[in-house]
């Protein structure tokens, strides 16, 4: 923009102090940037047109120019533990972690005072109000989509100061004790409810087959008796001294109906 005809006039004469002084001014007027560096020049309070210098070398004018040095890397951070009050009115505590950079160096200088102290205290607020908005079972299992969720919203709120958030991630959920304890005992119980279930499955195909194999056996008398035959094999092969002696099962049909 034009910086009029006394700011002309004292460019003017920076240029001429400059040229007086050389070659020792021209140490004062190179200044170099890093590979990850971008440097927003003001002339006279202006900035400069083109927007960010660098990486390498570029030239400031004495008396009249000051440079500020905007870092360009990844920034990551922590999300201190917030206090959330959850949809179903259970108090849990959430930290988690931010990973944002600077994507237009002119704007997280002129338009903000700190982007960096900003963003976080924007992430703290973000995640409370995300939160809110969930019960205990969602914070629990959709954590994937929670951390989208505030990705969106800080990336939307944060494109004026020329920041972009790369990725958010939710790190811990702290339950309070009690609440711990009574999902531990749900839990405990559940498990117990299915065991039962399980074991009672088991005793009906147990007996079913035990009812098919009493069908078989008594189509066929003699049957009965490889059975036990087959039962003192097995006995004889464990090295006991037990001695079973099978009685046919019609002899005690006659004591039984004496």
């Known amino acids: 923009s034009d910086i009029g005809f006394c700011g002309c006039a004292l460019v003017l004469l920076s240029i001429i102090l400059m040229v007086m002084t050389l070659p020792i ?3 004062m007027c190179i200044k170099i940037v890093k590979e990850y560096e ?6 006279l309070g202006r900035i400069l047109r083109g927007g960010a210098k660098g990486p390498g070398l570029f030239f400031i004018l004495p008396c009249t120019d000051s440079f500020i040095n905007v870092d ?3 920034i990551t951070f922590d999300i201190p533990p917030q206090e959330v009050l959850t949809k179903d009115s259970v108090t849990v505590s959430v930290d988690g972690v931010v990973y944002y950079r600077v994507q237009n160096a ?3 200088v002129a338009n903000i005072t700190n982007a960096d102290a900003a963003t976080r205290l924007l992430a703290q607020t973000t995640l409370r109000n995300v939160l809110g908005t969930k019960n205990l079972a969602e914070i629990l299992s959709d954590r994937e989509e929670i951390a989208h969720s505030m990705q969106s919203s800080l990336d939307d709120a944060t494109d004026d100061w020329g920041i972009k958030v790369e990725r958010v991630e939710i790190k811990d959920v702290k339950l309070p004790l009690q609440l711990q304890r009574a999902m531990a005992a749900e839990a405990e119980a559940s498990r117990e409810a299915r065991a039962k279930v399980i074991a009672a499955e088991g005793e009906m195909n147990a007996s079913r087959a035990l009812k098919e194999a009493s069908l078989v056996i008594a189509e066929s008398p003699s049957a009965l008796q490889l059975r036990y035959l087959q ?5 004889a092969a464990e090295k006991n001294s037990t001695i079973i002696f099978p009685l046919p099962l ?5 004591f039984i109906k004496q």
């Open 25 to 27: 001014s021209i140490w």
């Open 38 to 43: 971008r440097a927003i020049i003001f002339r």
């Open 72 to 74: 360009m890397r990844t």
């Open 106 to 108: 002119t704007l997280a």
């Open 231 to 235: 039962t003192l094999n097995t006995i």
């Open 250 to 254: 019609e002899m005690m049909q006659g």
